[in-house]
């Protein structure tokens, strides 16, 4: 990744900058970094005739030196909205309290990648948001330096102002209007990260009064005049849909607006949501089976027959596993399984709509606004131009929020109603009309000749789905001779999806627990293990390799320091993993106890290699979430399906990790100046497998499934 901190900027000022007049005084600059974010795109032909929201990365700054910076992707509880301004306000060089931060709308055209997902928003827009903060600041720098009639490099900024060889200082708010009019400098140094006064500094979440208060911020608190809620009754079986509904007792309640069909569901609408959820449970709705009906023990035997057919699309393959096999004078074979899982947002999925003959106006939280737009066009033949999609805090998305099904539903219902409307669904709602992480079964088997490891393969078998094209390049890719991956599905009308970590948060804990278990029938010590294999793969030419076995190898040897591993006194029993995805390197150790047999998690210890740590408030946050996130749901996450019914639609039938189980989380980075990965994902998958290989310290009982609790009861090891 590139270190460098000299750029240069490949635009001309006729598609970097346009000004205007702030009513209550000060200039709005803004900066299309066209080129710089966008290749191919062109520069629009006359500036003049644009808007400021026409522009890719905001930086208002008022006459006073107070500066605004909008922060362009969704904010999800991943605290870009904090982190991604931080990066701008460093390059810009002012100081820290001096700056506001508004969330952006919804343009691509200019702010690019809107997205909130796959831990990108960071390790994409590092550069482009760098970038603006350095133009920026070099052109006040060329403003005050022909002000003062001074050459350039006569100046220097401090926190907000530019400051000259003989001690002369202007803030930005004096010359901004000068720079605007200046040419866009051609080479812009960026600064060297030693120099950082921002970046890498605890910063105070910039919503974090409003969250606190109960001030309006998410989807759930937007209101508008004339607006009415809606509550949806939606078919309550995967696989069935509508026959008939009786609506006249739902009608006569005071308060119910409308009773609408769309599509095989019925809206209720009405003055209040109260109003409205006691009208949708009034109706008399008759459903049929369109298809038969699925059952999780249905999937159970399906998923296993697909790992014992021959049916696959291999991902990956190197050397020969099967003639390896042969050779081999030990082999271990591992099934592993897990459960379909809800994303169980704290804040269930709403949004507001407003068709009309004109336009279409959308409010609320969502992950991916440009392709829920795009497809509420789609839906309603509509030119995308038309809307406008203003984006809320989101109270956690987990990858629920990259689907708009709730999007549409709201334009389709307002579209029908010509109202505009606000669509919020009940928890029950939420739990049972889900997009879930699919059940998976992985099959993994090595093949051990003279105390080494000679293949390897991995047979997946999915609901829906299957991993990732990179994923069969992670660990422990290019460590052995004969690696092939293998995957197949089954195709189910359950809905299924991206889940927090999607595709590792599972894998991880199959794969890290098989290597735990290979290492016992090595008879190697589990660590030295993983640092043996890696060594296979350094200085490899293989540009498939996703991770780095150096930056692999620093975190596990900073976790094995830091968590004392195999040093802990009688009565804590450790658990170990390394694992890479989402562009980071983590590796933890799970202290885990005996409570009356029960298995308890007192602490974990995480080494992360994420790059450069913008933010290390909010990176704590993310790394102390993700563990505890992980280990909640490997340990009670269940989920399962009965003639297509889910079978949970409540916290009191679905279990979450508790506070009082919630673990000591103990984090150290590695320090490097590469440029910053994602951290909203990285933790999570590894610490499944730190807990379950603790556990079988702990027990001498190996864990196969998930949730933990439940095969951990069923083996009569707990009470």
Known sequence: MSTSNKIIANFDRRSFIKTSTLAGGGILIGFNLFTACKPGVKPPEDISQLNFNDFNAFIKIADNGKVTIFSPNPEIGQGVKTSMPMIIAEELDVAWKDVMVEQAPLDTKNFTRQVAGGSQSLRLGWEPLRQTGAIARQMLINAAAAKWGIEAEQCKTDSGFIINSDGGKLNYGEVVKEAAQLPIPENVKLKDPKDFKIIGVDAVNVDIDKIITGKPLYGYDYKEDGMVYACAIRPPAFGQKLESFDDEDTKSIEGVIDVIKFGDKIAVLANSTWVAMKGKNSLKVNWVNDTKPESSEDHHKILSDILDGSEFETRRKDGDVFKAFKQADKILERTYESPFLPHNCMEPMNFFANVTDSSIKLVGPIQTPEGTAKAVAELLKRDVNEITLEMTRMGGGFGRRLYGDFVLEVAQISHIAKKPVKLVFTR?????????????????????????????????????????????????????????????????????????????????????????????????????????????????????????????????????????????EEGIYQGFCAYYCHNSHVSEVADVVLEDGMPLVKKVTVAVDCGIVVNPLGALNQIEGGVIDGIGHSMYGDFSFNNGVPGSENYDTYRLIRMKEAPQVETYFVKNTIAPTGLGEPTLPPAGAAVANAIKAATGKRLMKQPFIKELKSRELIG
């Not at 460590?479 to 009308?493: G, I, L």
Request: with cysteine.
């Open 428 to 568: 029950e709602d939420d739990m049972t009309a889900g997009t879930y992480r699919p059940s998976i079964k992985y099959r993994i088997k090595a093949g051990v000749k003279n105390g080494k490891l000679i293949a390897y393969h991995l047979k997946e078998a999915s609901i829906n789905s299957n991993m990732y094209g990179l994923i069969p390049n992670f660990f422990p890719a290019g460590c052995v001779e004969n690696y092939q991956v293998d995957t197949a599905n089954y195709k189910s009308n359950i809905t299924t999806g991206a889940w927090r970590a999607p595709y590792t948060n599972f894998l991880a804990f199959a794969e890290q627990s098989f290597f735990d278990e290979l290492a016992e029938v090595m008879e190697a010590d589990p660590v030295q293990l993983r640092l043996d294999l890696l060594q296979n793969v350094k200085g490899t030419t293989d540009d498939r390799i996703q991770y780095s076995p150096e930056r692999m190898e620093q975190v596990i040897k900073l976790a094995v320091e830091k968590s004392g591993w195999g040093k802990k």
